[in-house]
């Protein structure tokens, strides 16, 4: 099996899900269906005009390949109850979206005969179609068996996105990684942002704008020129 025009169902309706279902429809493949959001109804539906919202156990029976963008603590549950029911297909390409889990949140499905794919996407998501956008200088950190290893990178270049491989013994640290940038960032954002509230000022997100950016971006440049410094001795 290759990646090649798949019937992919989506579990999953939060802020990554429709995107990545998005990006999947346009790189040509069928989206069969995605479970109904909490909340937000209207976004997935403006996301992904004409897509059904199906029950899990409906996207597990008619989709060759089911997504999971699902948060990290219901990962596991999820894969082991819908593997209680017998759920899942053999030969169906499963992949799951959760930086904090390897292929092993996998294994129940894996034991009735499912292809197990990570695919975690490094950026944050608004659940809007501006992160198709974004995506596009995004990597994405892909994990497989040895022979659905291609798939997987094709599915994550097909979506817009770099892929990187990373053992599954690294995998802690990229998720370490991954939680200090986004926390770090949000937590001085917001208490930078508070002081200027006490300053008086109205609309600290815009006055910060550049400001953050620009320091982001020099940030970024000196780990860049460090790593080309490193890579010349």
């Given at each position: 099996?290759?990646?090649?025009?798949?019937?992919?169902?989506?579990?999953?309706?939060?802020?990554?899900?429709?995107?990545?279902?998005?990006?999947?429809?346009?790189?040509?493949h069928a989206i069969v269906g995605i479970t109904s959001p909490s909340e937000d109804r209207e976004r997935v539906e403006a996301m992904l005009q004409g897509v059904p919202f199906l029950t899990p156990a409906e996207i597990c029976e008619r989709s060759e390949l089911v997504l999971l963008a699902l948060p990290d603590s219901e990962l596991p549950?999820?894969?082991?109850?819908?593997?209680?029911?017998?759920?899942?297909?053999?030969?169906?390409?499963?992949?799951?979206?959760?930086?904090?889990?390897?292929?092993?949140?996998?294994?129940?499905?894996?034991?009735?005969?499912?292809?197990?794919?990570?695919?975690?996407?490094?950026?944050?998501?608004?659940?809007?179609?501006?992160?198709?956008?974004?995506?596009?200088?995004?990597?994405?950190?892909?994990?497989?068996?040895?022979?659905?290893?291609?798939?997987?990178?094709?599915?994550?270049?097909?979506?817009?996105?770099?892929?990187?491989?990373?053992?599954?013994?690294?995998?802690?640290?990229?998720?370490?990684?991954?939680?200090?940038?986004?926390?770090?960032?949000?937590?001085?954002?917001?208490?930078?942002?508070?002081?200027?509230?006490?300053?008086?000022?109205?609309?600290?997100?815009?006055?910060?704008?550049?400001?953050?950016?620009?320091?982001?971006?020099?940030?970024?440049?000196?780990?860049?020129?460090?790593?080309?410094?490193?890579?010349?001795?």
């Amino acid at each position: 099996m290759d990646s090649s025009r798949l019937g992919v169902g989506v579990i999953g309706a939060g802020k990554i899900g429709p995107v990545l279902a998005s990006a999947l429809a346009g790189a040509g493949h069928a989206i069969v269906g995605i479970t109904s959001p909490s909340e937000d109804r209207e976004r997935v539906e403006a996301m992904l005009q004409g897509v059904p919202f199906l029950t899990p156990a409906e996207i597990c029976e008619r989709s060759e390949l089911v997504l999971l963008a699902l948060p990290d603590s219901e990962l596991p549950g999820f894969v082991e109850g819908v593997a209680a029911t017998h759920g899942w297909r053999s030969g169906q390409i499963v992949a799951h979206t959760s930086i904090a889990h390897g292929l092993d949140a996998l294994a129940p499905a894996v034991a009735q005969g499912v292809i197990p794919i990570g695919l975690h996407p490094l950026m944050e998501f608004s659940g809007w179609s501006m992160d198709r956008t974004r995506m596009a200088g995004a990597w994405c950190v892909v994990s497989a068996p040895p022979v659905a290893s291609p798939i997987a990178h094709a599915l994550a270049v097909e979506m817009g996105l770099e892929p990187l491989a990373i053992s599954e013994d690294n995998r802690a640290h990229v998720a370490s990684a991954v939680a200090l940038a986004t926390s770090f960032s949000h937590t001085t954002i917001e208490e930078a942002a508070s002081r200027l509230r006490l300053a008086g000022v109205a609309n600290p997100g815009v006055v910060m704008a550049a400001l953050v950016g620009s320091s982001v971006d020099n940030a970024l440049r000196a780990v860049s020129g460090n790593e080309v410094e490193q890579g010349q001795e």
